[in-house]
């Protein structure tokens, strides 16, 4: 398992708090992508075809789940 994810995320999203705040209380270290302010990170997820946030990636940037299957994957 890897040690470190990325959290693609915007503002005012309860699934990006809850995926986040998830890994926040069980010591998962993570880094943050606001899509709202790196247009580099919306374009990856949108060429990727995703339409939705949070979309969480591997620190080997491989694609791990959503809000619901990262935390299902991590319990």
Known sequence: MTNKFTVYSKPDCPFC??????LDNNEITYDVI???VVPEGRAKLVDAG?????????EGDEYFGD?????????
Do not use: H, N
């Open 17 to 22: 708090d809850k995926v986040k705040d998830y």
């Open 34 to 36: 606001d899509i709202t």
């Open 50 to 58: 995703f339409t939705t946030v949070p979309q969480v990636f591997t």
């Open 67 to 75: 809000c619901g299957t990262t935390i299902s994957k991590l319990s």
